[in-house]
């Protein structure tokens, strides 16, 4: 009879160790965002007085995406525009010239995106690069000519 309760014992703790084993849970990669961009270009006061409101201006914006994770990674340009106008044209801040732009699955543990805005002016040309925040999916940059 003690056999039997052995067997019994062993039996059932056997039961009991194998139920009590634990699955890992699996975290799912995020997954891919679209992420929009907003330019807004306008001048810091209203030029179309200006004895140099004829003067060209040309401006440019540019949205680039590359991948972290490959060493020699190839920037690929999303959207790129370059248009040319007299600068008395040039809307203020209320009338802002809006471009929105969307960039379609972001993989934000693996790319980065690039906004480029500038201007050139009576040949001299100003501007900066910037890196899209991986925590949001639409931000807006603005170009302001001085």
């Known amino acids: 009879m003690k056999l039997r309760a052995t067997y019994l ?6 039961f009991a160790f ?17 992420k929009t961009v907003i330019f807004e270009v306008f001048g810091d006061q209203d030029f179309s ?12 914006v540019v949205i680039s995406r590359m991948n972290r994770d490959v060493a020699d ?19 203020v801040r209320a009338n802002r010239l809006s ?13 980065s ?6 201007y ?3 040949q001299q040309s100003f501007g900066k690069s910037q890196t899209f925040p991986a925590d949001q ?6 170009l302001t000519v001085y």
Do not use: H, N, W
């Open 18 to 34: 194998t139920s009590c084993d634990k699955t890992e849970e699996v975290i799912p990669e995020p997954g891919p965002v679209d």
């Open 120 to 122: 050139t002016y009576m």
């Open 73 to 91: 990674a190839i920037e690929t340009v999303v959207f790129d525009s370059t248009f040319t106008m007299a600068l008395k044209y040039m809307p």
């Open 49 to 60: 007085y200006s004895r140099y409101g004829e003067e060209e201006i040309t401006i440019q």
């Open 9 to 14: 014992f062993a039996l059932l703790s056997l």
């Open 113 to 118: 995106v690039f906004v480029g805005t500038g």
């Open 99 to 111: 471009i929105r732009k969307t960039v379609p699955a972001v993989l934000d543990a693996q790319e």
């Open 137 to 142: 999916v639409e931000k807006t940059f603005q």
